[in-house]
């Protein structure tokens, strides 16, 4: 039994067959449709989402299966004490696969630890979020049409943007690539993901103007500031408004350069931007569904 806690735990090859079966749902979904007759997904999330649960929820719809979870600890009974080994072991015995998003760094793990289902990490603390790596890593491949030697700009909160951290521990695998950080001194990506990339002999810059690099990249990954991660409100109101991609910024980007984000938005990208063709993050949303049914189908390893 395999549970998905990082990128890391898929190889760049079980990457590569995951995301080619992404692509082949995306074109042919009916093929699909029943993939999942009879099988349940439990949806375990201790903090808020919109995305990732819907998009799990839909996904395991999609493949004829059904969804069962609760989408807060408040009316859980995590509310109660509950520990999160009891209830996984509770719904291991309702569901065949759970996707759990926890506030704490590795409360997922200790979940898979317990489990007698495949557990996905949906998302825990700042630490990682594997599935939203998945969505990106299919937005990339198939609107710029390969995963090496792309010039990323990461920018806003890559202190505690798990969705950075993922995504660089995904991409480094790939030969060519080169980042661009862009944050704030205080918001700057952890040392110990320098360290990543310095083993991994990475080139990278980091910077606190987007301007200046705006024109070289291929793709600009926009991060909310992660308010819910901060130890006080002012020093998040200080941060909140460092970078705002308008129209004006845009035009100082490659025509071919693409826009992502994980989304949720706050004010970091101008809504103006939204009708930008560069603009894809509505798209990726999107694509988030089709990599999570590859996903529950290769965990649950059924074949179509
Ligand atoms: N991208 C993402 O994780 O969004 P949600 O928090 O809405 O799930």
New binding site residues.
Partial sequence: MRHLMSPLDLSVEELDRLLDLAGDIEKNPDKYAHACDRKKLATAFYE??????LSFEAAMINLGGSVIGFPSDDVSSAAKGESVADTIRVLSCYADICAMRHPKEGAPMVAASRSKIPVINA?DGGHQ?PT?TLTDLLTIKSLKGRLDNLKIGLCGDLKFGR?VHSLINALIRYPGIEFVMISPEELRLPSYMREILDAAGVKYVETERMEDSLGTLDILYMTRVQRERFFNEEDYVRMKDFYILDNEKMAMASEEMLVMH???RVNEIAVEVDDDPRAVYFQQAQYGVYVRMALILTLLEIEV
Avoid at 48 to 53: E, I, K, Q, V, Y
Wanted: hydrophobic fraction near 10%; charge should be positive; proline fraction near 23%.
């Fill in positions: 808020p989402s919109t995305r990732t649960r998302g979020h939203q969705t994980p989304l949720p």
